[in-house]
């Protein structure tokens, strides 16, 4: 682990009391002791240290301290790229844990959970169904950011069903849906080109967005991505995007450059 992400009700500094699986990793998988500490987070990335002080059985206390200024001159500088938002169409059983464990690998911010026509398992519409799932995700989210040191911590949101999918303003925000056949001539370089506010990227479910669906992302501002021949699987085709967006951000400067 890179940085452990506090609880949600720790605010910043001060003490606060862990239990449960986060006492488990401090104390028996990590065996920390009084006095050791650990980089932490809070879930927006503002960095601190979290200090040891008292390990009981099942609880132990810790006290969150500003990071020292000598840490804060070594790291990394937030990047400076647009945030990527994913709205996955639900797939069957754990994969979308897979899902979440890579995109937030590979740098997705937020992701949306979608239920779509062809969505396998209509159970877990199911509202305790769904907050149960939810919770798991947000977990795996937590462990993957904690494990590749994530900027912040990416936010899951609650499921929604593709016709509540919000209007994307084109000017500043870039929105795709990915399909696996060419709906469109313009590459992912094209539409990145132009200066963006945020990225949003929506992948279709097992058996693919109906010919609805996909009129209906059309209109919601959304635009095709194709990404070659072969037909990915959905947690492969989310990993692939948002890995092949994050480099075009990233390198932004030298490919926008370059071809002036
Ligand atoms: N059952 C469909 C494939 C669905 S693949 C069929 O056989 O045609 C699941 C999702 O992954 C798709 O909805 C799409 O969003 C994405 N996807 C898979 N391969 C892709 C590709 N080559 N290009 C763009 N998107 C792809």
Known sequence: MKRFVLPPDCQGEGEITLSGKDFHYLCRVRRLKGGDSVPAMLADGRRFVLVLTEKGTNTCRARVEPEPEESRENQSRPEEI????LYQAVPKGR????????CVEAGVTRIVPVYTEFTVGGAARDTAERQRREERLQRVARSAAEQC????????????ELSQIPSFDSNTEAAFFLHQEPLAEWSLHRYLE??????????GPE????????????????????????VLRTENAAFFAVAAIRVLLLERESWTTRKK
Do not use: C, M, N, T
């Open 95 to 102: 994969v979308f844990d897979d899902v979440v464990r890579r």
């Open 82 to 85: 647009a945030p990527i938002e």
């Open 194 to 203: 132009a200066s963006i506010r945020k990225v949003v990227l929506a992948v």
């Open 149 to 160: 040191g994530a900027v912040r911590l990416p936010e899951i949101a609650q499921a929604i």
């Open 207 to 230: 058996g693919g967005f109906s010919q609805r669906e996909l009129r209906l992302l059309e209109h919601k501002g959304f635009r095709p991505v194709y990404l070659g021949p072969q």
